[in-house]
């Protein structure tokens, strides 16, 4: 071997040494400290313990904690006290994750890692909890302008054309507090010691822009030029640009300039003005003339068809379809015309009912009167089943009905349409007495004294929709005219009809098994003062009764039937009053 290879060998061994030697001392100098350029924030950590490095952090993090921030927007000073809100600064897993830098994997791999922090350096940042709420909303207030929506209007005092009437009237842009950069800035300065001059905040731009206004404005343009006119019968309606602005949706997208809502809401009070019900005629027999008259005429049902009212008028203003419209109206014809009436069969008494009344309350004549108005004048069709809730509707305070006694779940108590009744059961004897198919009674739950003033008991039909109804059939071949009044403390049910030769004959009904009411019942009650005494409920006694209704024609039984009813034996029920004065 020549000496300078030999030279050349001490050499590599000994640069080789030198380098060991170096990365020795540098692995012993760091061995319980952070390498070089490992930050956390803006705090260099190299030559610093953990220990040290959660010191020096703790003290920065704190000092920063409690400093005032100024900020400055449009010339005016806005400050941030740090010191008096609640600040968090989670450094402990950046310390850790900082300390591990260079010191996980293989020699090679921690060597590397050491050398890629040693050139690039690396800045870990830990996580800000800051609770400034209330002092951002004391800035935004301060600092916050409403933006403005462009708006259009109908001008009625200008007199040039009809398209200098729509006036457009400018929006602008508002400004509030940048609250998400502000954060940001506030942490910037807790981590990385970056105090921020200017206090952020963004353009807000508002719902309905001067383009939006601008688009409408030349959609209107054209609809002053034709308005569209809406006909049905002899009304019409016109849809101009003054009743178009109210349309508007001048949010809306994709060149759906019309809110459908606000089209549909339109064109319900349109169809307000339109609809009505059909109303069959109410009719009234004279017996001197022997003729049926007309006391309340019958009416044609109409309904606007509302969706196909806003398609009409959407193509319209699309120029898709004429903008003289015939409103799409369904009709519906009473089914009996007025003119028609007496060829109907009605030429005689088919039977009668009457209750009495006597000893009622003023609401209780009330409702059976106004109950005995919406039966009067009715017809019924040969082969129709008569409905009493169906005819008379809702009984509530909602259909004009006023507070009367009512036997409602095993108590009588004062609830709206008390006195109905009479008007059911006193139709009971009305189809009882003409010979008419009963198709459902039901009798009252206990012995009311009005049925049987003059009358035994048994012959009482109780209601309650929809469950509880009274209905007959109309099996002659002539329609039946109902006719209902009260006169005096009477009520009266009459049908008229064609007799077609039928008999009936309803035998005296039979009372048995008759049980006295119970001892009355006292109760306590908080409402009412102390020593006073109230009757709420009468007592009544139970029975069974039983009557049969024959019906015959030309000698043939057409009806043979039994009415049986079982009626409770009713206490009285007086409420004591508790409440002290």
């Not at 490095?53 to 927007?73: H, P």
């Not at 030029?225 to 508007?248: G, H, M, R, Y």
């Not at 339109?266 to 339109?274: P, S, V, Y």
Request: proline share 5%; aromatic share 8%; glycine share 6%.
């Amino acid at each position: 071997m020549t000496m300078a290879k030999q030279k050349s060998k001490i050499s590599v061994f000994l640069i080789l040494l030198i380098l060991s030697s170096l990365i020795i001392l540098f692995e012993l100098i760091f061995a319980d400290k952070f390498f070089p350029r490992i930050f956390i924030g803006n705090t260099h950590l190299m030559l610093l313990t953990k220990q040290g490095g959660q010191k020096m952090l703790a003290k920065k993090y704190e000092d920063r904690s409690n400093k005032r921030i100024e900020l400055t927007f449009n010339g005016k000073k806005y400050n941030i006290d740090l010191s008096i809100t609640s600040t968090r600064v989670d450094y402990a897993q950046s310390l850790d994750d900082a300390y591990s830098l260079g010191r996980t994997g293989s020699i090679l791999e921690r060597l590397e890692q050491q050398l890629k922090t040693a050139f690039f350096g690396v800045v870990l940042v830990p996580t800000v909890a800051l609770e400034v709420d209330s002092q951002l909303e004391v800035i935004e207030k301060a600092i916050y302008i409403a933006p403005k929506n462009a708006t259009l209007t109908f001008n009625e005092s200008v007199d040039a054309t009809s398209a200098a009437k729509i006036q457009i009237e400018n929006g602008r842009v508002g400004l509030e507090l940048d609250r998400e950069n502000l954060q940001k800035d506030l942490i910037n300065f807790i981590v990385f010691d970056k105090k921020p001059a200017n206090l952020p905040a963004k353009i807000v731009e508002p719902q309905i822009s001067n383009e939006d206004v601008l688009t409408a404005k030349r959609f209107l343009d054209e609809v002053v030029q034709e308005p569209i006119q809406l006909n049905f019968n002899a009304s019409s309606w016109v849809i101009d640009a003054k009743t178009l602005i109210t349309l508007l949706d001048l949010k809306a997208t994709g060149g759906q300039i019309i809110d459908s809502n606000k089209l549909a809401s339109f064109i319900k009070d349109l169809a307000g003005k339109i609809d009505q019900p059909v109303i069959e005629a109410q009719f009234n027999f004279d017996e001197a003339s022997r003729k049926v008259t007309i006391f309340k005429p019958a009416q044609e049902g109409r309904m606007l068809h509302q969706e196909k009212t806003a398609t009409l008028i959407m193509l319209a203003l699309k120029q898709e379809r004429s903008k003289t419209i015939s409103l799409p109206v369904e009709k519906t014809e009473a089914k009996i015309k007025n003119e028609q009436v007496n060829n109907l069969g009605i030429k005689e008494l088919l039977g009668r009912g009457i209750s009495n009344f006597a000893g009622s309350i003023p609401n209780r004549i009330y409702n059976l009167s106004l109950a005995a108005s919406r039966i009067n004048g009715v017809l019924v069709p040969p082969g129709e089943v008569f409905s009493f809730n169906d005819r008379v509707g809702d009984i509530s305070a909602d259909s004009g009905y006023k507070q009367a006694y009512v036997i409602k779940q095993g108590r009588t108590v004062l609830d709206d349409g008390g006195g109905v009744c009479q008007d059911s059961s006193t139709l009971f004897r009305a189809v009882l007495n003409s010979g008419l198919p009963v198709i459902a009674r039901t009798a009252h739950a206990y012995r009311v004294g009005y049925y049987e003033q003059g009358f035994p008991p048994g012959l009482d039909a109780t209601v309650w929709a929809p469950s509880v109804d009274l209905k007959f059939k109309n099996d002659t071949s002539a329609h039946v005219l109902i006719q209902a009044y009260a006169s005096g403390n009477s009520l009266y049910v009459d049908l008229y009809g064609t007799p077609d030769g039928r008999v009936t004959v309803v035998s005296r009904p039979v009372v048995t098994n008759q049980k006295p009411p119970p001892e009355p019942l006292y109760q306590d009650d908080p409402e009412l003062p102390k020593g006073t005494t109230k009757q709420v409920d009468f007592p009544a006694w139970g029975a069974n009764v039983t009557f049969s209704r024959t019906v015959k024609r030309g000698g043939e039984v057409i009806i043979n039937e039994t009415y049986r009813s079982n009626y409770r034996p009713w206490q009285a029920i007086y409420l004591v009053g508790t409440k002290e004065n």
